[in-house]
């Protein structure tokens, strides 16, 4: 059975960091495109940052610079760094992993930046 289990989400103040973890299971990690989406309320959902299996990174204008994915294809883990938190990042995160055409999504952690 497939698992993507999203950690890390809280409620932080703009200016500052969370990491989200995503732990995979039950899916040759290494040959999937890892990627984290997020979905605001009233939005739809939209891609955030991804990483394929070559470790090639991919990011949303409005995260560049501020956001870093990695993976760690021992641990079967994909990481989102998000600093310089805004209001506007505000978000439930959701973690993906897509190979060929296997698809899986994760349940979501929220993120909610207010002062």
């Known amino acids: 059975q497939v698992q993507l289990v999203e950690s890390g989400g809280g409620l932080v103040q703009p200016g500052g960091s969370l990491r989200l973890s995503c732990a995979a299971s039950g899916i040759i990690f290494r040959f999937y495109a890892m990627g984290w989406y997020r979905q605001a309320p009233g939005k739809q959902r939209e891609l955030v940052a991804n990483?394929?299996?070559?470790?090639?990174?991919n990011y949303v204008d409005s995260v560049k610079g501020r956001f870093t994915i990695s993976r760690d294809n021992a641990e079967n883990t994909v990481y989102l760094q998000m600093n310089s938190l805004k209001p506007e990042d505000t978000a439930a995160y959701f973690c993906?992993?897509?190979?060929?055409?296997?698809?899986?999504w994760g349940q979501g952690t929220q993120v909610t930046v207010s002062s």
């Open positions: 990483i394929n299996s070559g470790g090639i990174r």
């Open positions: 993906n992993a897509r190979w060929v055409n296997y698809d899986y």
